[in-house]
């Protein structure tokens, strides 16, 4: 399994992806042409805008000049939505939605380009405070995010300066969840107000063209877990990756990497209890004490200012019928991302008899990947062009494109022909 905690603004991690040039241009490529705007019309140089296929595929990436306007080339015919940001304004999607689902599909044709994608962005709001530590002094350095209370992900965020003060800019109106971490650290990461726990988080209100100040935090000394990961014969075993998720709650809350003597120590944590999951290459991952279901996982429980030491793991290597695949969880020779996308168990290896897709791409459930496979599955699906394609089958598209064709088939049952999964 893999976990992963979104860190950086949502509206600030596009900015940095939106500076690559993407595939060239070739005479059957289309594109989208606009304009950025502040609310009282000025230009915005410097927005980036992307445009991103609503079915999958290549995306397209473009900055505002001077005049504000901008043109994404090198887009190949089909729907896209088509987002701008910029530092200090709000994030948006056309036409005027932060919404994913509710974005404007804009149309790209071949050799033609689609003109008056015009974004007129807001500054919205902001939230302002103050980070020390327990006895008042200011910490430097620190992250504060802020993100949507019924939401998943950040939607901005700032770093305090040697005063320890912060400004998050660019959020839309709304009720915000605000945290602040620093890492690596010995200090314990916390919402506001003074809680680790994201359900008991005080939401915090954001109006239009208003900075909500004094969301201020003193964080305190948290605990610490401490441990070895090592192979079934007692050899260390270096970069495998120790999450410490709160037991009841659904996410890493920190993590370490372990070093060459297989040592990891994992700081910062708040009081409470914790459920760990170790994870390397090569190797079946779990969850401690020696087991792939977290509802059997051993609590840990972790102080402030003290160590919990002695958490140790001993990971069972994958067998070599199967080739070694990052995040292979359960080593059968499928990542859980994959697993995770077709519905299989990913704690499970070869888990058998309960639907055609427990082993992918082992259709027939008998444990070897072969053409018995390739031809009741793939043949019928084979064709399918977007998701929505009555033959599209999310089993089958191992490169994640939208559509099902021969572009699978190399990445999906090349690699696995076969292959009969061990446990």
């Known amino acids: 399994m893999r976990f992963v905690r979104v860190a950086i603004a949502l509206a600030l991690a596009l900015l940095s992806l939106l500076v ?40 397209g990436s473009a900055i505002t000049d001077a005049n504000g306007d901008y043109t994404i080339g090198g887009l190949a015919p089909g729907n896209y939505r088509v987002a701008a940001a910029a530092a200090g304004f709000v994030f948006e999607l056309y036409d005027d939605t932060i919404d ?143 999450d410490a998720l709160l037991f009841e709650g659904c996410c890493a ?43 059997l996982a051993s609590p840990i429980a972790v102080t402030d200012g003290a160590d919990t030491s002695g958490i140790d793991f001993a990971l069972s290597a994958c067998g070599s019928a199967l080739p070694i695949t990052v995040g292979d969880d359960d080593c059968d020779g499928f990542s859980t991302v994959v697993e995770e996308f077709v519905g299989t168990n990913p704690m499970m290896a070869c888990e058998d008899g309960l639907s055609p897709s427990d082993w992918p791409p082992d259709f027939n459930d008998d444990q070897t990947v072969n053409v018995i496979d390739l031809v009741p599955g793939f043949k019928q699906a084979f064709g399918a062009t977007d998701v929505s394609d009555p033959r599209y089958d999310p089993r089958y598209d191992f490169n994640l494109d939208g559509a099902l064709n021969i572009g699978d088939l190399v990445p999906g049952f090349k690699f696995s022909f076969g292959l009969t999964c061990a446990p």
């Open 20 to 59: 690559s040039t993407g595939a060239p241009a070739n005479a059957a490529d289309g594109s989208v042409s606009g304009r950025v705007t502040d609310q009282a019309g000025n230009p915005i140089q410097g927005a980036g805008l992307n445009a991103q296929p609503m079915t999958g595929g290549g995306d």
């Open 100 to 242: 994913f689902a509710l974005a404007t599909a804009i149309a790209v044709t071949s050799g033609a380009d689609t003109p008056n994608i015009d974004f007129e962005l807001s500054t919205g709001g902001g939230i302002s405070g103050l980070v020390t530590n327990e006895i008042g002094n200011p910490l430097q350095g620190v992250f504060v995010e802020a993100s949507f209370v019924d939401g998943c992900c950040s939607n901005g965020g700032a770093t305090t300066g040697s005063d320890g003060v912060y400004t998050i800019l660019g959020l839309a109106p709304g009720s915000y969840r605000v945290f602040a971490f620093t890492s690596p650290t010995s200090l314990s990461g916390e919402f506001y107000d003074n809680t680790s726990d994201l359900t008991a988080a005080t939401p915090v209100a954001v109006a239009e063209g208003a900075v909500t100040p004094s969301i201020d935090f003193a964080l305190s000394m948290g605990g610490s877990i401490s441990g070895r990961v090592e192979d079934e014969v007692g050899n260390p075993i270096a970069g495998a990756s120790v």
């Open 253 to 295: 809350f920190a993590l370490a990497t372990t070093s060459a003597d297989g040592t990891y120590t994992i700081e910062g944590l708040p009081a409470g209890s914790y459920r760990l999951f170790a994870s390397a290459t090569g190797f079946a991952s779990e969850y401690y004490d020696n087991t792939v279901d977290a509802s």
